[in-house]
């Protein structure tokens, strides 16, 4: 179980745009109040900032308080951890374990679907988080009402929160993205293989990552022989299909 955040996610490297905005306007506003709107319900598709948006409202909210204790939770994780706890009678102590934190970030709720078990206990502690007046955030790829096999008084809960959407970046997103991650790694690319990485790679900040970072290994093994054919090529396995 990951209780730590990862220091690059923060609020001041989300970048932003039309695709994020609001998404990251509202973020700002539960940072600022938590349990206000709760839960923080934030979904998409993969690879476009909602784990990086989860974990900058949760640095945001500890930084304003250094006694906040939190836990940020994988699916895999919470699994594990709850047949432990059925097969040893250990219920009890693992929810207080959950509930002794201030803050519980659920990532990819989805991987829920079809696990009826799981879905209690979430529930469980979804309702007794919410009615200390402490703060849940969740991470989907889908709209609750969307999620296969849910259990109706999870979704009823999950509906009454904040449902933010990130959608994928638009093109001028994803060109000042990948103009941020050159000047964050200190790599220089050509402006004509940013256009092509920007128009070819469209659906998840993650590749342009992913992109950018090929390219400056590429560029330490190639020097000054890295044409912008070689730099396009390299790229070529982000490319949508």
Known sequence: MNSLLSNRFRFDT??????????????????NYPGVYNPLYIYGDAGIGKTHLAQATAHHIQKANDNISLMHIEPLDFYSEFTYALENNMVSELQEKYLSNDLLIFKN??????????????F?????????????????????????????EIVAYLKNGLLIEIKAPDLPLRVKYIHYKSRETGSKIDPEVIDVAAN??????????????????????????LTISKAIECIKVFFDE
């Open 124 to 152: 469980y502690l979804i309702k007794k988080i919410i009615n200390k007046k402490k703060q849940i955030i969740i991470t989907a790829n889908k709209l609750p009402y969307d999620l296969n096999n849910f259990d109706n």
């Open 14 to 31: 989300f970048i932003r745009g039309n695709s994020n905005l609001h998404a990251y306007s509202a973020a700002i506003k539960i940072s």
């Open 200 to 225: 070819k790679i469209s659906s998840s900040m993650r590749a342009l990552e992913s992109a950018v970072l090929k390219l400056n290994a590429f560029r330490d093994f190639y020097g000054n022989d």
């Open 109 to 122: 709720i989805q991987s829920y679907e079809n696990k009826i078990n799981m879905q209690c206990a979430l």
